[in-house]
C-alpha cells in the first residue's frame, strides 16, 4: 500500500493566458515524495450549470447547438457559465440556471431542483458543475442569444434519449449525460409516470 495521500505543494505560481473565458495558471509543484512537477497547467474556468427542463408532459427540452472544440452540431442541454451578475444573489448557480433557461430557450421555470454538483475535470479544472431539474415550465417570450450563439430546441423522451445514449446513436457532453441520469433517478424515487 502506498503512503498516505497529500496535496501537492506549489512552488510558483504565474497566469501565463487570461481573457474573459478562461485563465490558464500554471503552477510549479512539489508533490509529497519530492517529485517536481512544472510547470502544471491548470484550467480557471468560472463555475458552470446546465438544466433539464422538464416539460408538463414529461418531454425534456435539448437544444443542438455548434460546438466549436468538435467542429460538430452537438446535442446537449441549457448550459452556461456563472456570470458575475450571478454572485450578487444568494445562490450564484441556481441564478445562472435561471438566466441561461431563459436566454437560450426563452422558457421560466417555477421550480428549480438541484440535482447534483460534480468536477467537469479535476486533473487540470478547478470548476465545479452544478446540474439542475427545471419544473413548472412556462414560455415567458423568445431566446436571447450571446454573440456568436445559435441554437435549436427539440423535445425528447427522457427515456428514449437515455437509450440512445446507451447504444451508442446519441453522443453528448459527460457532465450533460450525468444530469440526464440524476434526472432520470430523481423523477423515479418522486414515482413519476411515462419513463421507459
Known sequence: MSDELKPWSV???RITYEDRWIRLRSDDCLTADGTVI????????????NVIP???DGRVLLTREYRHGRGEIVLGLVAGGVERGDMETGDAAMAAARRELREETGYEASTFVRL????PNAANHSNVVTSWLALGLNR?????????????????D???ILA??????????SMHVAALYSAESWLRMQGREGLK
Not at 512544472?38 to 450549470?49: C, E, N, S
Not at 447534483?116 to 468536477?119: M, P, R
Not at 415567458?140 to 425528447?156: R, T
Open 11 to 13: 512552488t510558483a505560481s
Open 38 to 49: 512544472a510547470p502544471f497547467h491548470v484550467l480557471d474556468y468560472p463555475d458552470w450549470i
Open 54 to 56: 422538464l416539460m408538463p
Open 116 to 119: 447534483l454538483t460534480s468536477y
Open 140 to 156: 415567458a417570450g423568445e431566446p436571447s442569444f450571446d454573440p456568436g450563439e445559435k441554437l435549436d430546441m427539440l423535445f425528447a
Open 158 to 160: 427522457l427515456g428514449d
Open 164 to 173: 440512445d445514449l446507451r447504444s451508442g446513436a446519441v453522443i453528448m457532453q
